[in-house]
């Protein structure tokens, strides 16, 4: 069963001149992690917000635990947790009052409910007494994951909760992340972040208010139309431009310290012809590899289909 549907989802702002959520239609099954995968801009917040019935859609409809998103918004956040992307917890309240006040918003108690973010709240407790502006990013991001988890939602909804954090605090997020879906919490977060997509049972890419693809990342990765090859070599600048003038190569994107490029026909099973060209440009230390694409790549394909 789903327990969050949307149907042809339009929302637009200024008097309807921008389009930010443009047709999207998708569901999430009921314990399910679910990834909504995009670059600031794509969306993510914009339908957060409908779903959590702080906006009202445009068109199309949506529910959430079978609640209408419009009709009925009051049940709707008796039953969801929401994070949003920017800290907006109070910042001269400590961790301790700050989660007695989201307790108390409804109407039951942090000993209640403290089982669930037991495993969260150790990590805080001991600085409870320390206001909340006062906090790292990692402390204030689980500080919060701790206010939207206080009332025992049936939904969480985690708006970009990784974004602007350190390296081992995003591990430990998605880590506590897994542990609250053994509970049958259904979990949907937004991230700009293309690696994270691979920890989501599901995903969906989006760009420009509109949905590119949505399956699990495996299927995603498995679609991709070609044979994927990552090449470095000296003068990475001057190579990524030649790669895209050169008449072989169909595509050419720069990951890391690799280009990866598809080719336009079979010459890919033979790059005798690359090499060469390269070498006529005085390219040296010459390395192309077969590689297994990445979400990033697959993201990058479909938005320039």
Not at 6 to 34: C, H, M, Q, R, W
Not at 244 to 260: A, D, K, M, P, V
Request: aromatic residues 8%.
């Amino acid at each position: 069963m789903a327990d969050v549907v949307l149907n042809n989802i339009i929302k637009t702002y200024n008097k309807g001149a921008t389009v930010a959520v443009d047709d999207v239609s998708f569901s999430v099954e009921k314990g399910e992690l679910f990834g909504l995968i995009g670059p600031d801009g794509a969306g993510k917040t914009s339908i957060f917000r409908v779903l959590t019935t702080l906006l009202l859609p445009d068109g199309g409809t949506a529910s959430v635990n079978g609640y209408d998103v419009v009709k009925d918004y009051k049940s709707i956040r008796k039953h969801v947790g929401y994070m949003p992307g920017k800290f907006s917890l109070y910042q001269d309240l400590t961790i301790e009052e700050n989660l007695n006040f989201f307790a108390t918003v409804f109407n039951t108690t942090v000993e209640a409910n403290y089982d669930l973010i037991k495993e969260i709240y150790v990590q805080i407790e001991p600085f409870k007494k320390r206001r909340a502006g006062k906090l790292s990013g990692g402390m204030k991001q689980k500080l919060a994951l701790c206010c939207a988890l206080i009332h025992r939602p049936t939904v969480l909804f985690l708006d970009e909760p990784t974004t602007g954090v350190d390296t081992v605090s995003r591990k430990e997020f998605w880590e506590m992340l897994k542990r609250l879906k053994q509970q049958g919490i259904t979990i949907l977060v937004s991230t700009p972040y293309m690696d994270e997509a691979t920890l989501c049972e599901r995903i969906a890419l989006i760009q420009g208010g509109k949905i590119m693809s949505i399956d699990t990342p495996e299927t995603i990765v498995k679609q991709y139309p070609k044979n994927l090859f990552a090449i470095k070599a000296s003068q990475m600048s001057n190579l990524l431009t030649d790669l895209r003038i050169n008449t072989l190569i169909e595509s050419c994107n720069s990951f890391g310290e690799y280009h990866h490029i598809t080719f336009k026909s079979e010459a890919e099973k033979n790059n005798a012809d690359l090499v060469a060209y390269l070498n006529g440009k005085q390219y040296q230390g010459i390395d192309i590899k077969q590689i297994t694409p990445t979400i990033e790549d697959c993201f990058i394909k479909l938005m320039n289909a």
